[in-house]
């Protein structure tokens, strides 16, 4: 699932943060730490928009909601992959050429942490 780049920046917020936030937690982030002038409407619009693409969770709390991700950074990620790899025809090409396109250092590092999830 392909996000807007506004999309990127409350995920990443969201994903930096270990506690569910509140539409005006994350609008207060995006304004403090990433210099984002954005109405506090547009961030609940993109909250809840994320929510209904399954990206985040809304919790219930009192009269408001509060917002964590569904998946972690690399899950998301991986998800979004595995929907490319899908997509082709040559599933087997489309991988060599990615990950021909990967420094070695991190093709191993990925391999390493692929075993150790096997044992």
């Known amino acids: 699932m392909a996000l807007g780049d506004l999309e990127r920046e409350v995920m ?47 919790l219930k709390e009192g009269r408001a909601y509060r917002y964590a991700p569904a998946q972690s950074r690399e899950e998301m990620t991986a998800s979004v992959m595995m929907d490319a790899l899908s997509g082709t025809p040559d ?18 590092a990925a391999i390493e942490a692929a075993a150790r999830q096997d044992r």
């Open 91 to 108: 599933q087997d090409a489309a991988l060599a050429h990615f990950v021909g396109q990967l420094p070695p250092e991190a093709l191993r």
């Open 12 to 58: 990443t917020v969201l994903w930096e943060r270990y506690d569910p936030l509140t539409v005006r937690e994350v609008h207060q982030e995006l304004a403090r730490e990433r210099h984002r002038d954005l109405a506090y409407t547009t961030v609940m619009t993109v909250l809840d928009r994320l929510a209904k693409k399954g990206v985040v969770r809304q």
